[in-house]
């Protein structure tokens, strides 16, 4: 076949299987919502115990190393500004770039990856393994729908947590940056977060909560759907994996880029 040709073929191809598989995860997630909307009428419900238990796994056991996370992005943004706004004279003026930067961008940012790479990748190796193990077969001979039993509680799990994360890393962030400022500017912290809370508005902070709710689709999805999608063994399962943080990742970082530029104009 022609060298050109092909390389057309191939775009076609992977242009054809991007666009099914956006479809797939929409799919997906119009069945998780339905189910958490009318499965009771259904007969159907999603369990409240299947939601906590799912939200203490990829909410509470990932408080530390979004805290960690966050303390340390919080404490670079301080370094950073300082230095850069030093060349003007204008040092105390770096609280208002941290308050911002930490609400608007970085907190739900970091928190988004964090748990993409955590719990994404976890929730795809799990249903892989369902899926290679015939236990997804098993719930649908036994008349339980996998999306309302598997996925519907991780996506409740995912917009319970995910926004309270990113409250959390909020606060750790700006005291990661209060403590830098007060160790390099003298700047005593109650005078820190006076500042901060003096140029933040609630719209900063909710602008960085509706970013959360949208990563927390994100991650549930992409992690699900690439578990489902599993069929090449224990390899596959591998892959899977990381095809699901990877695109968590990239999706997560093209949605805030989405996000930010549609509520900045």
Known sequence: MNPLLSFVSQVGQRSLQSVREVGYHAALLAEAFYWLLFGHWRRQPVRLGAVFKEAVGVGVNAIPIVALASFATGMMLAIQGIYTLRTFGAEGQVVLGIALS?????????????????????????????????????????????????????????????????????????????????????????????????????EDV?????????????????????????????????????????????GIILADMVFTFLTSR
């Open 102 to 202: 930490v609400t608007r961008e970085f907190a739900p940012l970091i928190t988004g990856i964090f748990v993409a790479g955590r719990s994404g990748s976890a929730i795809a190796a799990r249903i892989g393994t369902m899926q290679i193990s015939q236990e997804i077969d098993a719930l649908r001979v036994i008349g339980i729908n996998p999306v309302r039993y598997l996925v519907a509680p991780l996506l409740a799990a995912m917009l319970l947590t995910l926004p309270a994360l990113t409250i959390l890393s909020d606060l750790v962030a700006l005291f990661g940056g209060a403590l830098y400022c007060a160790g390099e500017l003298s700047l005593p912290m109650g005078i820190f977060f006076e500042r901060t809370f003096e140029v933040l508005v609630a």
């Open 206 to 250: 909710i602008h960085g909560v509706l970013k959360s709710f949208i990563f927390a689709v994100i991650v549930t999805l992409i992690g699900a759907g690439n578990g489902f999608n599993v069929s090449a063994g224990a390899e596959g399962v591998g892959q899977a994996t990381t095809r699901a943080v990877v695109l968590g990742c990239i």
